[in-house]
């Protein structure tokens, strides 16, 4: 199927590879089905593009932790297990938004402000079943390493 996208412009999506996120995600509970896209070239992608299917204005910035330099483990509850209907613990994908937050000390346009990634509200996926929910509030402890 064809779909105009405000920021991706027109893609196609093949309808076996929506991801659902029941619930929607928080403050945007109207939309429940996305596409994930990524720029096909490399191999491995540093960063993706969720696009809702249920609103073309609605775009979020993606990435994998560990291309970020973040290990996460997340503990599910029974319910969000159930959700995602997920059989085995490496089929769950997590992926972090990513944002520029507004700089009003410097009056920077949030465009060219640097990238963070939110590490307290991962989006979970369900590779096999592509069922997502967005964990939120979680407690982040940091390690940190020294050489």
């Not at 999506?13 to 429940?32: H, K, R, Y």
């Not at 410097?106 to 990634?117: E, I, K």
């Amino acid at each position: 199927m064809r779909f105009d996208s405000n920021q991706l412009g027109a893609v196609e999506v093949d309808e076996s590879t929506v991801i659902t996120f029941p619930q929607g995600i928080p403050a945007l509970e109207n939309c429940t089905h996305f596409k994930l896209f990524h720029d096909a070239t490399h191999p491995q992608p540093n960063m993706f593009w969720l696009q809702s299917l249920d609103d073309p204005g609605i775009t979020f910035s993606l990435a994998l932790p560990d291309r970020l330099g973040v290990r996460f483990e997340i503990e599910l509850n029974e319910e969000e297990v159930a959700t995602l209907q997920l059989q085995d613990p490496q089929d769950a994908a997590i992926l972090l938004m990513l944002y520029r937050p507004l700089d009003l000390e410097r009056d920077v346009h949030p465009a060219l402000g640097q990238l963070q990634a939110n590490l307290c509200n991962p989006l979970v996926v369900s590779l096999s079943s592509r069922i997502g929910i967005q964990k939120t509030g979680l407690k982040i402890d940091i390690l940190l390493h020294t050489a």
